[in-house]
Nanobody, 122 residues
């Protein structure tokens, strides 16, 4: 059973920054970050194709968030800058082991982490 572990969640003031980390199980096809706020569905945040480094973002985080990976540590990061209260959510890391037409849907991923809480509040 693959277990992904996220870290880096915290409470931060609006305009602040956080970096989330997720250790993958090993070589994989794609990694993604999703988030889920109370009372809302889980939504796509960002994804990265492991081999090419190609990235994708949801519109609301473009220019503020950056997804990256460390090939040697099999770790994916989500650098979050200029955080807003609406970014408050539990953030989940996901690992995809197969080709998909889109990595912005939960169906493209095979394994998930337990989530890490990000709270943006003054």
């Amino acid at each position: 059973q693959v277990q992904l572990v996220e870290s880096g969640g915290s409470v931060v003031q609006p305009g602040g920054s956080l970096r989330l980390s997720c250790a993958a199980s090993g070589p994989t096809y794609a990694m993604g970050w999703f988030r889920q706020a109370p009372g809302k569905e889980r939504e796509f945040v960002a994804s990265i194709i492991w081999s090419s480094g190609s990235t994708d973002y949801t519109d609301s985080v473009k220019g503020r968030f950056t997804i990256s990976r460390d090939n040697f540590k099999y770790t994916v990061y989500l650098q979050m800058n200029s955080l807003k209260p609406e970014d408050t959510a539990v953030y989940y890391c996901a690992e995809g082991h197969r080709h998909s037409g889109s990595y912005s849907t939960t169906a493209a991923y095979d394994y998930w982490g337990q989530g890490t809480q990000v709270t943006v509040s003054s």
